[in-house]
Structure formats: structure tokens, C-alpha cells
């Protein structure tokens, strides 16, 4: 599993990267700053969580059953929390209007926080 966790990771990264890179550059182009800026929240929240994966993979004193529920969690979040802001953010460049999924950001938010949440309960009922 922690193979599998630091991999996703790595690969969360180097999208929230190019990404990042994309917007800075191509769409700096073609969206006003406040898209711009919510497209960049949506990187910035990638690149927490790509951190945060990384830091899961690495742990040794975390179980695997916790390790691997705050996997879900985060891949999931991520999808749902970035992934819609992204589409969001850049709504203005396709025919379909992306607003409809919007209610799935807060879902994507929350998960995300439920993976730091079963971090923080892993160490709170740690028997020492």
C-alpha cells in the first residue's frame, strides 16, 4: 500500500505542477484573475494533498487499514474538490456549463478534511 500511496502522490504532484505551469501560462491568457485565482486554489489544494499522501506513504507507525482509508479519502477529495474547481474556474472555455457539479466541490472539501480527521483519531487512540 505505501507503494501505492507515494506513487499516487508523486503523480498528483507532477499534475498539480503542469497544471500550475498551464495556468500561469496558457490560460493567464483567457481567463480574468478571479478564474485564474480559483484555478490556482484548486492547484494549491492538489499540491497539499499530493504532500500529504507523501507523508502517509512515509509514516511507519500508521496502520495500513488507516493508511489506506485516508488514501480514498484524499484521491477522492482531490477529484472532487480540485477536479471541479478546475472545470469551474474554466467553464467559460467550453459549451458545457460546469456550474451544475458545483455542488460536488464542498463534498470533495470534506472528504479531505475527514483524511486529516482520521489522522488526527489514528494518533488520539494510539495506545503507547
Given amino acids: 500500500m505505501d507503494r501505492k500511496i507515494?506513487?499516487?502522490?508523486?503523480?498528483f504532484g507532477m499534475i498539480a505542477i503542469i497544471l500550475?505551469?498551464?495556468?500561469a501560462h496558457a490560460?493567464?491568457?483567457v481567463l480574468t484573475?478571479?478564474?485564474l485565482a480559483t484555478f490556482e486554489t484548486g492547484v494549491r489544494y492538489q499540491t497539499y494533498h499530493a504532500l500529504f499522501?507523501?507523508?502517509?506513504?512515509i509514516l511507519t507507525d500508521l496502520p495500513q487499514k488507516t493508511k489506506k482509508t485516508i488514501y480514498y479519502l484524499v484521491t477522492f477529495g482531490i477529484f472532487l474538490f480540485s477536479g471541479s474547481i478546475y472545470l469551474l474556474a474554466t467553464n467559460d472555455l467550453t459549451s458545457f456549463d460546469f456550474k451544475v457539479i458545483g455542488f460536488i466541490t464542498p463534498i470533495g472539501g470534506l472528504?479531505?478534511?475527514?483524511?486529516?480527521g482520521a489522522l488526527?483519531?489514528?494518533y488520539f487512540n494510539k495506545k503507547s
Fill in 120 to 122: 488526527l483519531l489514528n
Fill in 33 to 35: 484573475l478571479d478564474q
Fill in 53 to 57: 499522501l507523501l507523508f502517509i506513504g
Fill in 6 to 11: 507515494i506513487s499516487t502522490a508523486a503523480i
Fill in 20 to 23: 500550475g505551469a498551464f495556468g
Fill in 27 to 29: 490560460l493567464k491568457k
Fill in 111 to 116: 472528504l479531505l478534511i475527514l483524511a486529516w
